[in-house]
């Protein structure tokens, strides 16, 4: 097979100048107006004067934060699913759903031509910053493989097509990309997850892949099928794919899943880079080692806004842009697409670590805090302190939930169960001990409140632990109609339903 990456090598060093060049603040600012000037003559910008905006500060103070259901009650749903000229200049050609893994309600988000091509632009970002760090690599040598959901996509109306971004993204491929891409079209369609894998891994054999790029427990699936296909081999990835050089991971937390993807790439010459895909645009990628924050993507038709999380809900909360963004604060990140999303509460959570270039880390959902009783964990505490746990026994989280136990007597105390999948088979009951208490230990470090409500037994018990067989949250997702693709296991559940189905499910009591 022909190398091709030669040609991406003369790509990546005019990219990268550009990306050493750039001034992200006014690179910003001009993203923001470009927008405004291509959707004034819709119905969302007559209705918010874009005609007359010049200015950050005069977008912020015309147009409101809006969630999801406000664009669709105020906006998309009377004419849904053609909206022309409504958000977005001309008629919006696909929708990505999304089920939040909370409320489990399907989400239509609007994905227009710009938008699929701002993605395109976004993940050949990724492979720059790989040349970059690999100046010797022949990537495009073999084959590059998207693990994603179904592409098969549902018409809703003629010339309007609804699926998996994933779905939408293959449909979208450019051809340059189609010569190096897997799987091949007769593959990613297929819908039922297990018949797909088996037959992805099964022909991803001879493909010479040197790229894979996934959900990390959806891969760790798919690896887990490499093995039962060729017994003998081992569950090293070089066994499988020995020209591998690049793991893409995005959706979730990587750090439970470090440790088992560095067994997986022992032996390997392979790299893993994190990215952030959401269904409302491409936010951010690695540009440097891992767990080194994600470089924010400035100049790809995406205006960025960060509100402090603590003010999310505030009838006048603040606004900050690049321009005036603090490090260390954990905002609630808020979007402005070249899809017709207009500061859009995107539900995710971030903070800076560097402001030039602007580098960030991911912390979690705005919906996701543990607080059944005053103790206000967040996401990248509970991560961190379930890696941590890990850690400590020397084992490898593959997935996990953790929810309140509510006690249903006066003077009770409540408590937090953690349903654990590990790599191995489920540890001994010592280590189990071991595990939670190291997670309680550093949840108390790093939460004041948490530690406040542990301390004497005030409020809360300690946490219960439950380790469960490998397999059994894919069970459980494939119980609730979401097993692969792009469906994420939800970490911290606070529907009181939900976890009882789950705990039911796992026989967790």
């Excluded at 004067?49 to 977008?59: N, Q, Y």
């Excluded at 050949?124 to 959901?149: E, K, M, Q, T, W």
């Excluded at 007769?186 to 088996?198: G, R």
Aim: glycine share 8%; with cysteine.
């Amino acid at each position: 097979m022909l190398d091709l990456t030669p040609i991406l090598n003369l790509y990546a060093a005019y990219r990268g100048q550009q990306l050493r060049l750039e001034d992200p603040v006014l690179r910003q600012e001009r993203e923001l107006l470009l927008l405004l000037g291509a959707a004034r003559h819709t119905r969302f910008g007559r209705d918010h004067g874009f005609e007359s905006l010049r200015s950050v500060a005069e977008f912020q103070a015309r147009v409101p934060l809006r969630r999801y259901e406000d664009f669709w009650r105020d906006y998309w749903e009377a004419d849904f699913p053609r909206l022309t000229d409504c958000t977005w200049p001309g008629s919006l050609p696909y929708f990505a759903l999304t089920s939040g893994t909370t409320t489990g309600v399907t989400k239509y988000i609007p994905c227009s031509h710009e938008m699929n091509g701002a993605n395109v632009k976004a993940a050949a970002d990724i492979l720059v910053h790989h040349l970059a760090a690999r100046p010797d690599s022949r990537l495009l040598a073999g084959r590059n493989f998207v693990l994603g959901g179904s592409t098969d996509l549902r018409s809703l109306a003629p010339g309007v097509l609804a699926g998996d971004l994933s779905g939408i993204a293959a449909k979208t491929t450019p051809w340059w990309a189609r010569l190096r891409y897997f799987p091949p079209r007769e593959l990613e369609t297929i819908v039922d997850w297990e018949v797909k894998i088996e037959r992805l891994a099964a022909a991803s054999f001879d493909a010479d892949i040197r790229s894979i790029s996934g959900t990390p427990s959806w891969m760790l699936l798919f690896f887990d099928k490499l093995a039962e296909l060729r017994p003998g081999r081992g569950r090293r990835l070089r066994s499988f794919y020995p020209d591998l050089e690049l793991v893409i991971h995005g959706a979730v937390n990587f750090a439970p899943y470090r440790k088992i993807f560095g067994e997986l790439l022992a032996d390997s010459d392979a790299e893993t880079r994190e990215v952030y895909a959401a269904s409302e645009g491409f936010v951010g990628v690695a540009d440097r080692g891992d767990g080194e924050g994600l470089r924010l993507i400035t100049d790809n038709g995406l205006f960025f806004e960060f509100v402090p999380l603590e003010e999310l809900d505030a009838p006048a909360p603040t606004r900050h842009w690049l321009k005036d963004v603090e490090l260390g604060v954990n905002y609630a990140l808020v979007v402005t697409s070249c899809a017709g999303l207009w500061s859009y509460v995107i539900g995710d959570t971030l903070r800076f670590i560097e402001r030039a270039p602007p580098r960030i880390l991911i912390t979690g959902r705005t919906s996701y805090t543990l607080s059944a009783f005053g103790e206000h964990l967040i996401d990248e505490e509970i991560e961190t302190a379930v890696a941590a746990a890990a850690g400590a026994i020397d084992a490898a989280v593959v997935d996990y939930s953790v929810g309140a136990l509510v006690p249903e007597l006066s003077g009770e105390l409540g408590q937090h169960l953690y349903v654990v999948e590990f790599a191995e088979a489920p540890p001994g009951g010592a280590a189990v001990e071991a595990f939670a208490r190291t997670l309680d230990a550093e949840l108390s470090a790093t939460n004041e409140d948490y530690e406040a409500h542990r301390a004497g037994g005030y409020g809360l018990k300690p946490p219960q632990v439950h380790a469960v067989p490998s397999g059994r949250f894919a069970a459980w997702m494939k119980s609730r109609g979401q097993l692969g693709g792009q469906h994420k296991v939800p970490r911290i559940i606070t529907d009181p339903e939900l976890f009882r189905h789950l705990r039911d499910f796992m026989g967790s009591g």
